[in-house]
Every structure is written in C-alpha cells, then in structure tokens.
C-alpha cells in the first residue's frame, strides 16, 4: 500500500507478498480455534486501536511514556552524541512519534543533514505523523514505510551505505518473549555493520501494584483497546461478537515477569464469523490470551544483547528506576 504523503517528504512501501486480509483472517481462525485461544497483539494497532493508544499512552496509570519521555528529555543529547555523525536514524512502530521529536531536535542540532525513516503498520497513523513532522521540521530529510517492521527494514537497509541506529521505543520488545526478542535481534544484526546500532525501549521488572494498573486502567481506555481486537473481527472479516459479553483482564505473572492480557467470555456462547465460515465456542470465564508484555532486570538485558549479537554500551534510567532506554552496538 503506498501512501501519498506531500513533498518534500519521500514515501516507501514494500507490499506484503501475502494479502493483509487474507493473512489477518487466517491468523484469527488458527488463534481462536487452538486451545488455550489467542489472538496477536499485532493486530490492536489498525486505525481504531492506533487511536485509542495513543490515549493510554496519555494515562496516570500508563507509567511507562512518562517515565521514557523523562530519560528523552534528560539524555536526547547525549544519546544522540553516542551514535557516528549524520547517523541514519531508523524507527520501529513510530505511531505518532511524539516522543521521538525529542531525539529529531537533539539530532537535528548536532548532525549536518538528519534522516529519519519511520515504519509502522498503521499507515493512517504514519502519514498524519509524518505530515506533521515534515511540517515542523522542513530540514528533515523524512522516508516512511507503511509494512511490518522486517519488511520495512529490508527495504530500507537494502541501499543504505551510512551508518544507522535503529530505534524501538517504548516496550514493544517486551510482546516477544524473550526468545523471540533474541531472535528478532539476530535478524536485525544480520543486517547490520560495524557502525551500526540499536536504541531499545525495555520495562524493568517491578511489583504487581504498579504494573497491573498500567494494563488496566480505571477509565478503562486499555479495556477498550483490547476489546477494540473483537470489533475488528467483527469489521474485517464478518465476525459477530458481542463486545458486552467479554471483559478485560491483565494480571502480572511474577514467576515470568511479564503481564497477561486477556478476554473473557461472561457466558457460555457460540461466534459465528463469516467470511472465516467458523463458529468459535466458548465457555463462561474462558480467556482469549492477547498479549504478553515482558518486563527485563538488568541481567536479562545483558543476555538479551550478548545473545543477539550485541552488546550493551549505554544505558539510560529514569529517576524512578522504572523505565530504560538501552544503547546496543554490534560485536
């Protein structure tokens, strides 16, 4: 899908070899026909879901853009003075890229010439942000892929001769699990030169009283952006749930480290979904795992950087402690 996006900003699109329907049907029929079921939190973010965390992220309980707005605001320089002059800068899921104009001003003021490329699956929300961007800062030299982050860096990377830092803020990493994390990694390092790098956004492990709030909030916003993936069920490929018989649940599993996010079926009920040509059955208080988000100590950040080919250079902290943003450069 291309995106027409007004000068001077240059737009990219790598299409999926596959249908993004036909891909997102077979992904809900396999998820909700195994057992226990699941659907990937890859799919909160269409238009809807990409809106509505952008009003989590506004959230008291919501800790987490707080605390890494904190570091940006304290370390913008000094991250940016880190990385090789005029560094290409790279970002995974950028949404509205709010917190990243903080690394663009910092960047913009110490590089002669700054590029940014931000990739999200959203291309409602890329072409808002990026408009928005390129208003602000003309001096930009902006390239935006609208395709699933693998992709976007492939076609990205494929011509790159400078070096570059690829950049996941926020806690993104934390829905792999941790082998899935380093193996994520792996394939960004096989991409990579010596002067290449990564800045990534980790959640630290923390008590349940604090996390748990952060995934479900009081004015129940995260309730709504869970929910938000049976409406798109429901819109894209003919489902007919109803959303009043499910409620939300995150619940922190210390042993993991990691928060559970989930649906639960109120009653005993039977979902017909078109365009899949299934019926999904589900018992009262049955749960539709949704998301994990894995939270990371300071040893399991080192081995996550040693097992992906990386090492761990820097390392910033918010004053509570809470939140890290970490400077990974090849071996």
Known sequence: MIETISKPV????????ENPAYVFGRDVSAGLNSSPKRLSSVY?????????????????????????????????????????????????????????RILLEAALAQFTR????????????????????????????????????????????RSEDTPVCIMWLGS????????????????????????????LGIDLRKDASILEPAYDDAAGV????????????????GGHFRTEKFHHQAVYNVVEGRIEMYLVSEIDQE???????????????????????????????????HSSGFQLQKQWLDESGWFSLNYFKTK
């Open 172 to 199: 993104s990493i934390g829905n792999l699990s941790r082998q899935e994390a380093s193996e994520f990694l792996l394939h960004v390092r096989s991409d990579l030169d010596a002067d290449d790098s990564v800045l």
């Open 10 to 17: 240059i737009t990219l699109s790598h299409a999926n070899q």
């Open 222 to 237: 995260t309730a709504a952006f869970n929910l938000n993936l049976l409406d798109r069920i429901n819109r894209e490929v």
């Open 271 to 305: 979902v017909r979904i078109d365009k899949l040509d299934t019926n999904i059955h589900l018992n009262k208080n049955e749960k539709i795992l949704t998301e994990y988000s894995y939270k990371y100590s300071q040893s399991e950040i080192i081995n996550l950087a």
């Open 44 to 100: 909160f973010y269409d238009g809807k879901g990409s809106r509505i965390f952008e009003q989590i992220c506004d959230l008291d309980e919501y800790y987490l853009t707080r605390k890494e707005t904190e570091i940006l605001r304290k370390s913008a320089h000094d991250i940016i003075g880190s990385l090789q002059h005029n560094t290409h800068l790279i970002e995974l899921g950028s949404g509205s890229s709010t917190k990243t």
């Open 114 to 157: 700054t590029r940014y490329s931000p990739i999200d699956v959203s291309s409602e929300m890329l072409t808002k942000s990026v408009n928005e961007l390129s208003r602000r800062y003309p001096q930009l030299q902006i390239e935006a892929v609208a395709d699933l982050y693998e992709k976007g860096l492939e076609n990205i990377l």
